[in-house]
């Protein structure tokens, strides 16, 4: 996944089931710039997640599918 970020700023990336359930957390600090990060999902079980990207200001929340 990818973003990008005007100013240096954190930001937390949460993973969560379509429970709810939060399965992973990555907290990035002072980043800034395209921002590329990957994140091993090998793991999961099949099924339909959700992605949220959030930082003090912002937050963007996108689907994801593991097969």
Do not use: A
Request: charged share 20%; aromatic share 6%.
């Amino acid at each position: 996944m990818s973003f990008n970020l005007k100013n240096t700023q954190d930001v937390t990336i949460n993973i969560v089931n379509v429970e709810g359930k939060l399965v992973h957390s990555l907290n990035m600090t002072q980043v800034s710039g395209e921002i590329s990060q990957s994140i091993d999902v090998s793991q999961f079980p099949k099924g339909i997640y959700f992605v949220k990207i959030s930082n003090d200001l912002i937050s963007e929340t996108r689907k994801i599918v593991i097969q």
